[in-house]
């Protein structure tokens, strides 16, 4: 079974930095997508970044272009979230996603807190 930790989430300042993790546990032998989404109490989860296996091309939601950076180490099967200018409308949690584009299949962590607060 593929399996998806996240690590990085924690408290933080308004205006301050985070750095999420997101190790895989199998290398990904087809097309997918990588991504990270968030969700607060009450509302839907969300795209915040992803970024294909192929091209290595990015999107990010609107609330987050310019102050977030998603990456990718393939040798070491991660994904990084670079977060900056933390805001609080920025709290929540943060889920790592993969997704197989020709079957459909997709992988979820379980999740890592972020809570920007003063």
């Known amino acids: 079974q593929v399996q998806l930790v996240e690590s990085g989430g924690g408290l933080v300042e308004p205006g301050g930095s985070l750095k999420l993790s997101c190790v895989i546990s199998?290398?990904?032998?087809?097309?997918?997508?990588s991504a990270w989404y968030r969700q607060t109490p009450g509302k839907e989860r969300e795209l915040v970044a992803a970024i294909r296996s192929i091209g290595g091309v990015t999107d990010y939601a609107d609330s987050v272009k310019g102050r977030f950076t998603i990456s990718r180490d393939s040798a070491k099967n991660t994904i990084y979230l670079q977060m900056n200018s933390l805001k609080s409308e920025d709290m929540g949690i943060y889920y790592c996603n993969i997704r197989l584009w020709d079957q459909g299949t997709e992988y979820w962590g379980q999740g890592t807190q972020v809570t920007v607060s003063s």
């Open positions: 199998h290398k990904m032998q087809s097309r997918h997508t």
